[in-house]
């Protein structure tokens, strides 16, 4: 028996934690008779405990490189071990460089490539470890490669955009709060000490204005303190299971804020959803994993509910057609495809490219 590292949610709770199962269909049905709805089932390596702390954040353009280059060299027919010592070597990334210098040596002692990289999930997400272990175990190492150096690429780009985006509103709005506070610690107090001299009843607004202004110089490093509390304890109340979901849907009912962040999670559902499918990912698993890779609890947990739907032998377009976040396009591009695939090419991985 194997055993099975998992982590899903029991109550409304997250949970993980191991269990020993022959497989990982086995460890499922057995964490589902336990009452635990499980999102991530993994099989334990030998060295769990130091695997995970190899490793470190890399940026999607030292990725996609990274990627795109692995593709070109195993198209050219390198063998694998040594593709791996090249980008263990020539990698912009500190973190790329030592992961895949460990990983090359692993499979030079005979593991597999999806079970080398699955073991640092730090620096290799699920979806490039499943999409591996799809084209090492269907011969199409050098398809699989391509489609996911180009959905990096994407990824990366759609990125950039939405940052590019925040720039120009989050930069007026700082230098507007900068203004404002130079001219209530600075400028107001000078108006304030000759409206005094003149000795005249002022209007309402202006004694509002300077009184604001003169608890802001007695108050300031108190205001920037609670102002300080305030973002740290919506960050570890977002780090909670409801605080995430609270959160994740207010921000969807933000004017503009909303729009963006559903624009970007539908783009992410499709591309991510189609690279997997195209490179012979079953529909379930699919599903999981781009879940996990939402960005957003409101859009992880209506992809959740389309994969019980499949599992239960309902459509995939049923779900996203009753949730506020995909728009009737992509219920209705989604419907039409379903309908016009084999049931049988749902729920197996392809075994050539298509």
Do not use: W
């Not at 005249?200 to 202004?213: E, G, H, N, Q, R």
């Not at 960050?235 to 962040?261: C, E, H, W």
């Not at 994993?289 to 992809?303: P, Y």
């Amino acid at each position: 028996m194997a055993l099975y590292a998992y982590r899903g949610r029991s109550g409304g709770a997250v949970v993980s934690g191991e269990i020993e199962a022959n497989d990982r269909p086995t460890a499922v049905t057995q964490l589902r008779a336990r009452g635990v709805v499980a999102t991530s089932v993994q099989e334990r390596t030998a060295k769990p405990v130091g695997i995970k702390k190899i490793g470190g954040k890399v940026k999607d353009r030292d990725m996609a490189i990274y990627t795109r280059q692995f593709s070109t060299m195993v198209d050219a027919g390198l063998p694998i071990a040594q593709c791996l010592s090249i980008l263990s070597e020539q990698s912009d990334s500190k973190a790329l460089r030592d992961v895949t210098g460990k990983i090359a040596r692993e499979v030079e002692g005979g593991s597999t490539l999806a079970e080398s990289f699955r073991k640092y999930p730090k620096v290799f997400n699920d979806l490039f470890t499943n999409m591996l272990q799809v084209g090492e175990s269907g011969g199409v190492l050098d398809v699989v490669l391509q489609r996911l150096s180009g959905y990096i690429e994407k990824a990366a780009k759609l990125k950039s955009k939405v940052k590019g985006a925040m720039v120009y509103p989050v930069t007026i709005i700082s230098v507007a709060v900068l203004v404002i506070v130079f001219m209530m610690i600075f400028v107001i107090p000078t108006f304030a000490k000759m409206f005094q001299g003149l000795g005249a009843d002022l209007p309402l607004p202006t004694k509002i204005v300077m009184f604001l202004s003169e608890f802001t110089q007695r108050y300031i490093l108190v205001m920037v303190g609670v102002g300080a509390g305030v973002i740290y304890g919506i960050k570890r109340y977002y780090n909670t299971d409801q605080g995430s979901n609270i959160i994740d849907a207010f921000l969807l009912k933000v004017p503009v804020v909303g729009m963006l962040i559903r624009k970007v999670a539908v783009a992410r559902f499709t591309r991510t959803l189609g690279t997997l499918i195209s490179s012979g990912v079953p529909i379930l698993e699919g599903l999981l994993i781009t879940a996990r890779s939402a960005g957003n609890r409101v859009v992880e947990r209506t992809v959740m509910q389309a994969r019980t739907a499949v599992t239960s032998g309902r459509t995939l377009s049923e779900p996203l057609k009753g949730s506020t976040v995909f728009p009737p396009m992509v219920v209705h591009t989604t419907s039409t495809t379903t309908r016009s695939t084999p049931r049988s090419r749902r729920s197996r991985p392809c075994s050539s490219p298509s």
